[in-house]
């Protein structure tokens, strides 16, 4: 039998954890370990972890989603577990939701997703899915499918072969959120694993957000979003026309700030600007606290 192991990453979420954790621990399928990657949190959730015998707690800084996937992962990957099953502190798994993603067709060595629905409206999905050809917004709309390729919200839900780990590696903690988990998907997919998503397998999520109209001071982590967004389109063109294509989407997509009818769009505009300016110099180090906008954001609302 294949060993499982989850791998949840929380940051000053405890009540969120404590349930999520307690629905990893109600599956059919029992899972053989669960890790915590603790990101430094401040709201007592370390002191509760401690006192938490069934659980493996890694503690570490707060290096966002992509450095806690990143540790749980490579760790789960050294323990030799067969499977790595991964999702944020704000998710909720269905009773059989591990055991329907292993009963789904075999496919090889792939990432298999759970769908994730809305918390607050449960035929609705919480995170919306747009192709050329047909649109997915309500769970009826992917409920015919026993599995739809090229489909995943990571990290909610996320089974990740070992083997997939061994070829492609872990997420990059450089990029810390916003934009890691489809890096690391199309990173699998430019190696040639499957990335699909399992309906009959369903957890449970807060809806996504229109992540362009999200007021300030909290658009800052828009700035992840668009310097992040380089890395997914080498993943999918190559690193010349990648490179090329992110400028012209970069110079694009920045401008239009200037031209919505949002608030603070002049800081909106001048965010994207550092954004992109850092992704094409390959400037990845830079954490919140270093945003050049957000610091100047702070220092005209003091």
Known sequence: MKRIAA???????????????????LQTRQLDTIYVVNNGSTDGTGDWLSNQSDLTILTQPNLGGAGGFATGIER?????????W??????????????????????????????????QCTDELAFFV????????NATDMASFDILFGIAALFNGT?????????????????FIWGDEVEYMSRAKKMGFPVVTIPKSIFYHPPSVDR???????????YYRIRNERRVFQNAHGN??????????????TFNQLVSVRKNRVYNFLLFAEASLDSLLNNFRKRPETIFTLRLYRFMHK
């Open 7 to 25: 791998v949840v990453v929380t940051y000053n979420r405890l009540n969120d954890l404590k349930k999520c954790l307690s629905s990893l621990q």
């Open 76 to 84: 789960a990957y050294q323990d030799k577990y067969d499977e790595i």
């Open 86 to 119: 991964c999702m944020d502190d704000d998710c909720l798994a269905t009773p059989n939701a591990l055991e329907n993603l292993l009963l789904s067709p075999n496919i090889g060595p792939c990432i298999k997703n759970s769908i994730s629905l809305n918390s």
């Open 130 to 137: 747009d192709l050329p050809n047909k649109a997915f917004r």
């Open 159 to 175: 089974l990740i072969s070992s083997e997939v780990v061994e070829a492609i590696g872990i997420p990059d903690k450089n990029l």
């Open 212 to 222: 362009d109209g999200i007021p300030w001071p909290g658009a800052w982590k828009n």
């Open 240 to 253: 010349t026309y990648g490179f090329i294509m992110f400028l012209f989407w970069s110079i694009r997509t």
